[in-house]
């Protein structure tokens, strides 16, 4: 049984930094993909940041540079470090998993089978 618990979420001024966390049990986060998505109020979740097994990454035009994403395979553990944050970036951010692609990851929800609850972030200007 696989389990993804977000974490870290919170209110922010435009400017601060959030980290987010997504603790995976069932789920070896050394294999596989691994993604943060977000949906704000009326739009669609979409995809964020994704890494995959070999620890390449990919950025929505949106983030890049200003987000990180990364992971602790000893401590099955997915990162999403948050810096400049601004007020558009406010949303509720989901942890997603593939077990099914290691290199070459999906970019679409319809994509990734597991998912966490989810966490809010919230910006303030």
């Known amino acids: 049984q696989v389990h993804l618990v977000e974490s870290g979420g919170g209110s922010v001024q435009a400017g601060g930094s959030l980290r987010l966390s997504c603790a995976a049990s069932?789920?070896?986060?050394?294999?596989?993909?691994m993604a943060w998505f977000r949906q704000a109020p009326g739009k669609e979740r979409e995809e964020v940041a994704v890494?995959?097994?070999?620890?390449?990454?990919l950025y929505a035009d949106s983030v890049k540079g200003r987000f990180t994403i990364s992971k602790d395979n000893a401590e099955n553990t997915l990162y999403l470090q948050m810096n400049s944050l601004l007020p558009e970036d406010t949303a509720m951010y989901y942890c997603a998993a593939d077990p099914f692609r290691s290199w070459s990851c999906g970019t679409v929800v319809a994509d990734f089978g597991y998912w966490g609850q989810g966490t809010q972030v919230t910006v303030s200007s």
């Open positions: 890494i995959n097994s070999g620890g390449s990454t």
């Open positions: 069932g789920y070896t986060a050394s294999r596989g993909c």
